[in-house]
Structures are given as structure tokens and as C-alpha cells.
């Protein structure tokens, strides 16, 4: 009899992203972003959770954010879930030293645009959060 054992496949916390320049090709910086399952992304999400249901038992309607709040509010969460990065140089080639402030102000700058979907796409890839151990 053969099987498969479930539990050698886990779900991690966290999961490297390689950032690549608009035409696919590798830049040597990696974001490390936060997953679904991750404590502080969990916290984030089921707080603006509660924030939309508290608001519709209130109202009894749907009230959707204005757009430019909507847009913020991806940012800052974009801001939160990245947990650190490598590789990442500024202007005269010295490195940029990590910090949420700094994420947020690369995330808010209209040019950076391509890096915020690339990152976007990243923390909706569930399987990027996924990985197979050799045994469990």
C-alpha cells in the first residue's frame, strides 16, 4: 500500500521574493514578505475585517473606501507584511538600510509602481508560502 503523508507539507511564515526588473530579468534584490499565515499579517487583515463588519451591522450596508484611501490602505499593508530586504542600494550605491518607513516611502512613490505589483502578486501566490520537507 502506498500514500502520501500530509503533514510533510507546511505552510511558512514567511518567503523570500526575488525582485526582477520590468523586462523578467533578475535585479539580486529579494524582499522578504510575510504569508498568510504569518502573525502579523493575520493580526492586519482580521482587524480590517472587523473594522468592515462593525461598519455594516452599524450602517447594514457595504461601505467601500474611497479609492485614494483604498490605494493607502494596500501601501500600508504592503509596508507591514514586508519583513526585510537584501540587496537593495540607493542613488550612490550604498545600501538601504531596511526599516518600515523606508518600505512605505518606496511603496508611495508613483515610480516604484512595477515593484508594488511585483510584491502584490508575490503575497497572493499561496504556494510561494508553502514548502515540502523531506519527512514529517
Known amino acids: 500500500m ?16 526575488a525582485i526582477k526588473d520590468p523586462n523578467g530579468e533578475p535585479t539580486g534584490v529579494v524582499f522578504e514578505m ?3 499565515e504569518h502573525p502579523d499579517r493575520k493580526r492586519i487583515t482580521f482587524a480590517q475585517s472587523r473594522k468592515f463588519m462593525k461598519s455594516y451591522a452599524k450602517t447594514g450596508r457595504a461601505e467601500m473606501p474611497e479609492p485614494e484611501d483604498a490605494e493607502a ?5 504592503l509596508a507591514a507584511f514586508t519583513l526585510g530586504w ?3 542600494v540607493d ?4 545600501p538601504v538600510v531596511f526599516s518600515k518607513q523606508a518600505a ?3 511603496y508611495n512613490d508613483p515610480e516604484m509602481a512595477w515593484l508594488v505589483d511585483q510584491l502584490e502578486t508575490a503575497l497572493g501566490d499561496k504556494e510561494l508560502f508553502i514548502t515540502r520537507s ?3
Open 2 to 17: 502506498s500514500g502520501f503523508n500530509l503533514k510533510s507539507i507546511k505552510q511558512v511564515f514567511a518567503a523570500k521574493v
Open 34 to 36: 510575510a504569508g498568510p
Open 73 to 77: 490602505q494596500k501601501r500600508d499593508n
Open 86 to 88: 537584501s540587496g537593495l
Open 91 to 94: 542613488d550612490a550605491g550604498k
Open 104 to 106: 512605505l516611502e518606496m
Open 134 to 136: 523531506a519527512r514529517a
